[in-house]
């Protein structure tokens, strides 16, 4: 069994958490949030962004990290651009579960959970230059379709036919 979920560490952004909603649900991926969220869980942007996927969509809230760390049953990885292991470097074709944890907007994951758990790190390359960092919903998509290709995209529809040549 294979299996690639989402983890948000205290989301800030409403229409960033919807668009993931919607990834985790075209990938059948289970989106763990860690609260506190910086927005009430109605609120209309969120819903907005991924309006008609949410009764497709498998989701649980924890109350902080330590709850989430003492429920997750898999592997853990952590995206920020501290790691120095680049994400496509890992390899995600083992069975089991994948947990893929993603940090606030502002303020990325806890430094010192981070320092407790540095083999766990991956990041996705960027020059230092220009930018803070990437926007959290790219980065989601990025790394679940890089674990989505390695694992041959189990799960998920390869070819769709246009509707006139499914009557054929």
């Not at 960033?16 to 942007?45: E, Q, V």
């Not at 429920?71 to 069975?95: I, N, P, R, T, W």
Request: proline share 5%.
């Amino acid at each position: 069994m294979l299996e690639n979920h989402i983890v948000l560490f205290e989301p800030q952004i409403p229409q960033n958490t919807g668009n993931i909603a919607r990834t985790c649900a075209a990938t059948n991926a289970p989106l763990h949030i860690i609260k506190p969220m910086g927005f009430p869980i109605d609120d209309r942007k969120m819903k907005r962004a991924g309006l008609d996927y949410w009764d497709k969509l498998d989701i649980s809230y924890y109350e902080s990290l330590e709850d989430f760390m003492g429920k997750m049953d898999g592997q853990l990885y952590l995206v920020s651009k501290f790691a120095e292991k680049v994400y496509s470097e890992e390899d995600y074709s083992k069975e089991g579960k994948h947990y893929f944890m993603f940090g606030r907007e502002d303020k990325g994951l806890p430094e010192e959970f981070m320092r407790q758990h540095p083999e766990k790190a991956l990041r996705i390359p960027m020059n230092d230059q220009h930018v803070r960092s990437l926007n959290v919903s790219n980065t989601v998509c990025m790394i679940v379709y890089e674990a989505l290709r390695q694992q041959n995209f189990v799960g998920l529809e390869l070819v769709h036919e246009y509707e006139a040549d499914k009557l054929k």
